[in-house]
């Protein structure tokens, strides 16, 4: 028996190892992208932050509720305490939801306020959404073009094996200079659209009448 559960114990560690492990490894295939710009970035940044103050408040709350459990179980001869509320604990941990929620909402509001900066660009571009195709305009240049699905229709019906960019391809693709500001004014033509460049960190609706 004692092999036995040396065997389990060995099989639960090496588990504990291994799952975090290939989580890791595999965090980039799910996880939102870093971007190519520095609003992208600090975004990204700010994703991480918010996600790892979850995971440590979940570590915490848990483990606090699993300890308990266990240190205070009926079969270790447990006495349950009678008691209605706890005046200091209730004030700690309004206090430290409070610090908690305003360290996340200053540099989240820092990083909305550059997100929706509107002022005037180095370029100007018009984004207006039509079902199944998109038309962009650079206004200071007065050049127009559409921007049409070009996902073959053999991977639609599963014909052709999908592509790396299935859904994702364009005959005429948007292209824009680095290192330069660009604005985007979005609006729809005729139905509710969705403009979306992940490596920009952006997504935004494009809805007809509103810019």
């Known amino acids: 028996m004692k092999s036995i559960s040396r065997i389990t114990g060995k099989f639960f560690y090496t588990l504990l190892f291994l799952v975090p492990t290939s989580v890791f490894s595999e965090a980039s295939d799910y996880n939102m992208p870093v971007g190519v710009t520095e ?18 408040i979940g570590v915490v709350v848990f483990g606090i509720m699993f300890w308990s459990l266990w240190k205070y179980r009926k079969s270790s001869g447990a006495i349950a305490a009678k008691f209605d509320d706890h005046y200091w604990l209730e004030i700690g941990w309004t206090i430290a939801a409070t610090v908690i929620l305003v360290g996340m909402a200053i540099p989240s ?18 984004v207006t959404g039509y079902q199944w195709k998109w038309q962009y305009t650079y206004l200071e240049d007065g050049v127009s073009f559409f921007s049409n699905l070009a996902t073959s229709q053999e991977e639609i019906d599963n014909a052709l094996p999908k592509g790396e960019f299935y859904l994702s391809e ?12 660009i604005r985007f004014l979005i609006t729809g033509n005729d139905v509710i659209h969705s403009w979306w460049v992940p490596d920009f960190a952006v997504k935004q609706d494009a809805v007809p009448g509103f810019i």
């Open 109 to 126: 509001t820092s990083v909305m306020i550059k997100a929706y900066d509107d002022t005037e660009g180095d370029i100007n571009i018009m």
């Open 170 to 181: 364009v005959d005429e693709p948007l292209v824009i200079p680095i290192n330069k500001r």
């Open 39 to 56: 609003v992208s970035e600090e975004i990204f940044d700010l994703h991480m932050l918010i996600m790892w103050i979850c995971v440590w």
